[in-house]
């Protein structure tokens, strides 16, 4: 079982909808972080949290430490906001990846 | 934040060369990471880098295979030696700067 779970594993979505990613771990974490994979396979980072919520743009990452439990909440999507947008886990020097989300934003 | 370049973004191999991939950094970090993302999968670590020691390597993943080198604070190379069509993956590296991990563009590997 990994201990990095994401939900959904696909998501369509219409052009200006607010979407929600759903991320659970099994153990404690040091942080947490989103990032985003486009189509050419790059990776970048979007968000490190160990608490709270974080902000930027659209994009919003909330972690609740007690339940073990983070979203990431991209509002008024846009199509160039199609990607695969992974949570990723560190235990200590360990990261531990969930299988990732596929969002598709359709005009 | 860490600018991380990868060399080449994108290459096809024959069976059973070897290919050598090149992962740059902007700063000076300690600890850099190589990654593997078969299609369709999430990221597995290969190997941890740190400079001045030899690699750690992953379960599953051997020196052989995946020689690393890490001569500086700045540069690495991972080798995907004799391939074949089950190394076709895209190779990341990755570091860790300021506590924050950062991710190269990736190179695209597709072995026929």
């Known amino acids: 079982k990994n201990e990095v779970e994401q939900s959904p594993q696909n998501l369509t979505a219409q052009e200006g909808e607010f979407i929600t990613i759903n991320c659970s771990y099994s153990v404690g974490i040091s942080a947490l972080h989103w990032l985003q994979q486009h189509p050419g396979g790059g990776i970048v980072s979007l968000f490190m949290l160990s608490s709270g919520k974080k902000k930027h743009g659209r994009l919003i990452a909330t972690i609740n430490i007690q339940e073990k439990h983070s979203s990431l909440h991209i509002t008024a999507s846009h199509p160039r906001d199609s990607a695969v947008y992974i949570c990723?886990?560190?235990?200590?020097?360990?990261?531990?990846f969930g299988a990732g989300t596929r969002l598709t934003v359709k005009p | 934040s860490a600018v991380i370049s990868q060399k080449p973004s994108r290459d096809i191999c024959q069976r059973g060369t070897s290919l050598t991939i090149q992962c740059q950094v902007d700063s000076q970090v300690t600890m850099m990471f190589w990654y593997r993302q078969q299609p369709g999968q999430s990221l597995t670590l290969i190997a941890t880098?740190?400079?001045?020691?030899?690699?750690?390597?992953e379960s599953g993943f051997v020196i052989d295979k995946f020689p690393i080198s890490r001569p500086n604070l700045t540069f690495s190379t991972l080798t995907v030696s004799n391939m074949s069509p089950e190394d076709s993956s895209i190779y990341l590296c990755s570091v860790v700067w300021r506590d924050e991990q950062y991710f190269g563009p990736g190179t695209r590997l597709t072995v026929t």
């Open positions: 880098a740190n400079q001045g020691s030899e690699a750690t390597y």
């Open positions: 990723a886990a560190r235990f200590n020097n360990d990261m531990r």
